[in-house]
């Protein structure tokens, strides 16, 4: 049971350059997540998914766009990277039932130069 | 919308000493309410949850946190902490239904002193 699974987890990329962080959960979560992570900022949502199918925007949306293809796969693409985006990714799921418990990823260490 | 806040970014204290980490949370809906930790370098770990039920809740690790509903508050305490415990403390807010959002805080860092 691998639980949820990032990659990439580190990854260089230049300013302007795209690129898609992967996300996958086996324990059929409905819903998914997105956050980066700054110093000082905590954890932001920048997208999240309630099911397969929909997606809705968080609280720092913009310069990002979401997939959620199938119930276990929640992408995050970057299309056009600028270095405030460098930061620290978590993707994370839920179950939507009693316990409530929310599984994150090792997280993903993206700089863009 | 929900929003968290995290009274106090950083909290120094001594060992052995007790600690109370401060979140209040804003909603117009009931919610779900967590604590979680972050040790240097690694992902987060859940210390505890309030779903239902008793105010007050027993994590992990010695921790405790009480729900207040009219003050909107959901304060973590611990009432002796070890060097071990200085980490980042994250609280975190879930909507009881409906949009499924997840809000966290901005962490308070907690460093213990010897």
């Known amino acids: 049971n691998a639980g949820v699974t990032q990659t990439p987890k580190f990854q260089v990329l230049k300013t302007g350059q795209s690129m898609t962080l992967q996300c996958a959960q086996d324990?059929?979560?409905?819903?998914m997540y997105w956050y980066r992570q700054d110093p000082g900022m905590g954890l932001r949502l920048i997208y999240y998914?309630?099911?397969?199918?929909?997606?809705d925007k968080g609280e720092v949306p913009n310069g990002y766009n979401v997939s959620r293809l199938n119930k276990r796969e929640f992408s995050l693409r970057l299309e056009s990277a600028a270095p405030s985006q460098t930061s620290v990714y978590f993707c994370?799921?839920?179950?939507?039932?009693?316990?409530?418990?929310?599984?994150f990823g090792e997280g993903s260490w993206l700089t863009v130069v | 919308a929900q929003s968290v806040t995290q009274l106090d970014s950083q909290v120094p204290v001594f060992e052995e000493a007790p600690v109370e980490l401060r979140c209040n949370y804003s909603?117009?809906?009931?919610?779900?309410l967590f604590w979680y930790v972050q040790y240097p370098n690694q992902g987060l770990q859940l210390l505890l949850k309030?779903?239902?039920?008793?105010?007050l809740v027993k994590g992990i690790n010695g921790f405790e946190a009480e729900f207040n509903k009219s003050q909107t508050s959901f304060h973590l305490r611990k009432p002796s902490v070890h060097i071990s415990d200085t980490a980042e403390y994250f609280c975190?807010?879930?909507?009881?239904?409906?949009?499924?959002?997840?809000?966290f805080g901005k962490g308070t860092k907690l460093t213990v002193n010897p």
């Open positions: 994370a799921s839920i179950y939507r039932g009693l316990g409530n418990t929310i599984y």
């Open positions: 909603s117009s809906v009931s919610v779900y």
């Open positions: 975190a807010v879930r909507s009881q239904g409906g949009s499924e959002k997840l809000v």
């Open positions: 324990m059929n979560h409905n819903s």
């Open positions: 998914s309630a099911s397969e199918g929909t997606t």
């Open positions: 309030y779903l239902s039920g008793s105010t």
